[in-house]
């Protein structure tokens, strides 16, 4: 069984840090693509940041040059550093991962995921 498991949010300062985890169980994480999405509240789930199991990745415009996905194969987990956090980046943060395996495309929609973790709560203060 597939778990993924988000942690690291937080309150932090607008032009602060925080770095997300997502680790994975049942599963070499490695070999499959992982994506990152939010949904702040009134709003609709949107793409972050999407890695495939070869390291390519796609950003959403609003986080390009911000926010830098990366993996720890070691340690089954996928990471999102977020540095010069906005308060529009306040959100519940959810990591995501497909059913298949060593797909070469980098998912940026939701529906394309097959596995989704609880969510992480990120509030960025003014």
């Known amino acids: 069984q597939v778990q993924l498991v988000e942690s690291g949010g937080g309150l932090v300062q607008a032009g602060g840090s925080l770095r997300l985890s997502c680790a994975a169980s049942?599963?070499?994480?490695?070999?499959?693509?992982v994506g990152w999405f939010r949904q702040a509240p009134g709003k609709e789930r949107e793409f972050v940041v999407g890695?495939?199991?070869?390291?390519?990745?796609d950003y959403a415009d609003s986080v390009k040059g911000r926010f830098t996905i990366s993996r720890d194969n070691a340690k089954n987990t996928v990471y999102l550093q977020m540095n010069s956090l906005k308060p529009e980046d306040t959100a519940v943060y959810y990591c995501?991962?497909?059913?298949?395996?060593?797909?070469?495309?980098?998912?940026?929609?939701?529906?394309?995921?097959?596995?989704w973790g609880q969510g992480t709560q990120v509030t960025v203060s003014s």
């Open positions: 049942g599963r070499t994480f490695s070999r499959y693509a």
């Open positions: 890695i495939n199991w070869s390291g390519s990745t």
């Open positions: 995501a991962s497909t059913r298949l395996s060593f797909t070469t495309v980098v998912h940026t929609s939701g529906g394309q995921y097959d596995f």
